[in-house]
């Protein structure tokens, strides 16, 4: 391996260091878009049977800092305990998770359309090389051999780093769509919940 990276000379390195962040944002974004840590399925059953008790604002409080799905659903709540429309608090806090769980993406996509170039940069220093050779007065088929080298294994390496990330990128990207998709229904009851049981005047208390 050591012996590839020699040859095909410093435009490599780049590369590798651009492998070395890709496979480590699609290992963080693994860990990250787990469905079970983002949205535990138990959870809107919970506070659903549970709803008289997030009139305390403490609870509220508590179950925002539960998890990303408790935080949509605290921003509801306190709408909802203040009797206030709750779609546009819950909105705004998806839109944050959703930031959230795109992070690092545009990096990933980056590196997926610039490995190619910086491949192809390898190509060319490669053929400057062997161009830099003829022109010398001196021409020896180990100098000639160095110069394609650097030129095919940059761009072998470009597409080969290019490939898996855009591949990743597009998978984590449908990843999200159906986490996204799957809160939307796990929210549908949720809603309803809060629109069938909105406190009475009475009821109501200043946070």
Request: charged letters at 15%; proline letters at 7%; zero cysteines.
């Amino acid at each position: 391996m050591w012996s590839i990276v020699s040859a095909a000379g410093w435009p490599i390195w780049p590369l590798i260091f651009a492998s070395v962040v890709a496979v480590a944002i699609v290992i963080e974004r693994l860990v990250a878009l787990k469905a079970t840590k983002l949205f535990p399925a138990d959870l809107v059953g919970d506070v659903i049977r549970t709803l008289p008790q997030f009139r305390d604002p403490q609870n509220i409080q508590r179950l925002e800092q539960h998890s990303p799905l408790g935080s949509i659903l605290a921003s509801g709540l306190s709408a909802w305990r203040d009797a206030k429309p709750i779609e546009e608090p819950m909105q705004t806090r998806l839109g944050q998770i959703q930031h959230h769980m795109d992070k690092h993406l545009d990096v990933l996509s980056l590196i997926a359309s610039a490995s190619p170039l910086m491949g192809l940069l390898g190509t060319v220093v490669g053929m400057i090389e062997i161009f830099a050779v003829q022109g010398a007065t001196s021409q020896t088929p180990e100098a000639l051999a160095a110069g394609i080298a650097v030129a095919l294994y940059n761009t072998a390496f470009g597409l080969i780093v290019a490939i898996p990330a855009l591949v990743a990128y597009r998978l984590l990207r449908i990843r999200i769509n159906n986490l996204l998709n799957a809160l939307e229904d796990l929210l549908l009851p949720f809603e309803r919940a809060l629109d069938n049981s909105r406190p009475s005047p009475a009821q109501r208390k200043v946070s």
